[in-house]
């Protein structure tokens, strides 16, 4: 193989960041048809088709983010060399994008990229969404790994894998009670409010269907669809929530909230989302047992 050509390097990479021919041209003071030739060369060398087209937009293809990855850490390179040379040197770092479901337990995701947090040569990129803008970039290559508490619908032509990561139970859990009495599961949600998670959720599925079989209709102070927001509710009200005990973990440890009983039969199920890639993100492998099968035994956090 030919030694790589740096300028159609350089003419791919400023593309791939304008998302346009037209404006990488005028940028570069180029025709665009002297910059197509330059990337079609580029792919020629490569033996991968860098680009797809959707209308009238350029989008990456794996290879072709897998190249951008690579350019911007070769150009980057340049950048850290003239630093070091001016007595300013640049740190060079591994860039990890994740995309969490916004409804997901942040105590979750921190331990899930404990590995990778606070790393110097690691740096991560998170972005919260619903679980089809999430999914959608997975697919287009602009996030590495989904968390999320479901599995992503496959299908014999989905290029998807469901890691399952944990198993978590589901409690409910309020303040100290002060009469000490023991809290009865489910007889005294006819008369105690609860705070619960929001009807898209499995855990507050499975909960109702808990109930509906005793034949009680709890008394619903609200329903929250943000796990965060459901922890700093737990701590403001005088009721009881329907959380996994990951949520408040801090809350349970400091006795703020105490963990009144646990659901028989409700769990919060935590997956982690990939796409089959022949170049996947080589920090995942310190995440995720990307070698083993689509979906994996329950990990430790």
């Given at each position: 193989?030919?030694?790589?050509?740096?300028?159609?390097?350089r003419?791919f990479?400023?593309?791939?960041?304008?998302?346009?021919?037209?404006?990488?041209?005028?940028?570069?003071?180029?025709?665009?048809s002297a910059?197509s030739v330059q990337?079609?060369?580029?792919?020629?060398?490569?033996?991968?088709?860098l680009?797809?087209?959707?209308?009238?937009k350029?989008?990456?293809?794996?290879?072709?983010?897998?190249?951008?990855?690579?350019?911007?850490?070769?150009?980057?390179?340049?950048?850290?060399?003239?630093?070091?040379?001016?007595?300013?040197?640049?740190?060079?770092?591994?860039?990890?994008?994740?995309g969490?479901?916004?409804?997901?337990?942040?105590?979750f995701?921190?331990e899930?990229?404990?590995?990778?947090?606070?790393?110097?040569?690691?740096?991560?990129i998170?972005?919260?969404?619903?679980?089809?803008?999430?999914?959608?970039?997975?697919?287009?290559y602009?996030?590495d790994v989904?968390l999320?508490?479901?599995?992503?619908?496959?299908?014999?032509?989905?290029?998807?894998?469901?890691?399952?990561?944990?198993?978590q139970?589901?409690?409910?859990?309020?303040?100290p009670?002060p009469?000490?009495?023991?809290f009865?599961?489910?007889?005294?949600?006819?008369?105690e409010?609860v705070l619960?998670?929001?009807?898209?959720s499995?855990?507050?599925?499975?909960?109702?269907?808990?109930?509906?079989?005793?034949?009680?209709?709890?008394?619903?102070l609200?329903?929250?669809?943000?796990m965060?927001?459901?922890?700093?509710?737990?701590?403001?009200?005088?009721?009881v929530?329907?959380?996994?005990?990951?949520v408040?973990?801090?809350?349970?440890?400091?006795?703020?909230?105490?963990?009144?009983?646990?659901?028989?039969?409700?769990?919060?199920?935590?997956?982690a989302?990939?796409?089959?890639?022949r170049?996947?993100?080589?920090?995942?492998?310190e995440l995720l047992?990307?070698?083993?099968?689509?979906?994996?035994?329950?990990?430790?956090?």
């Amino acid at each position: 193989m030919r030694d790589l050509n740096y300028n159609h390097l350089r003419y791919f990479w400023a593309v791939a960041h304008e998302g346009s021919l037209t404006r990488a041209a005028e940028q570069m003071n180029l025709s665009q048809s002297a910059l197509s030739v330059q990337i079609q060369k580029l792919e020629h060398q490569m033996g991968h088709k860098l680009f797809d087209r959707a209308g009238k937009k350029l989008v990456l293809t794996e290879a072709g983010q897998i190249a951008l990855d690579y350019a911007d850490t070769v150009f980057k390179a340049g950048d850290e060399l003239m630093s070091t040379l001016r007595g300013r040197p640049i740190a060079s770092r591994q860039v990890l994008r994740v995309g969490a479901l916004t409804t997901l337990s942040r105590n979750f995701q921190l331990e899930f990229l404990r590995p990778l947090v606070g790393r110097s040569d690691v740096e991560l990129i998170v972005r919260s969404s619903n679980i089809r803008d999430l999914l959608a970039q997975l697919e287009a290559y602009a996030i590495d790994v989904v968390l999320a508490n479901g599995a992503a619908p496959r299908d014999a032509r989905s290029s998807l894998r469901n890691h399952l990561l944990n198993q978590q139970p589901v409690s409910l859990v309020g303040h100290p009670r002060p009469n000490k009495r023991k809290f009865r599961f489910p007889d005294d949600l006819r008369i105690e409010p609860v705070l619960l998670p929001s009807l898209d959720s499995d855990i507050r599925v499975a909960f109702d269907r808990v109930l509906e079989f005793a034949g009680i209709r709890p008394i619903i102070l609200a329903e929250v669809d943000d796990m965060a927001m459901l922890r700093l509710l737990a701590r403001e009200r005088e009721c009881v929530t329907l959380v996994p005990p990951i949520v408040v973990r801090d809350e349970l440890e400091t006795g703020v909230l105490v963990e009144h009983c646990r659901i028989p039969e409700v769990t919060e199920t935590f997956y982690a989302i990939v796409q089959k890639r022949r170049f996947p993100n080589r920090l995942l492998s310190e995440l995720l047992p990307i070698g083993k099968s689509a979906t994996v035994g329950s990990a430790s956090i």
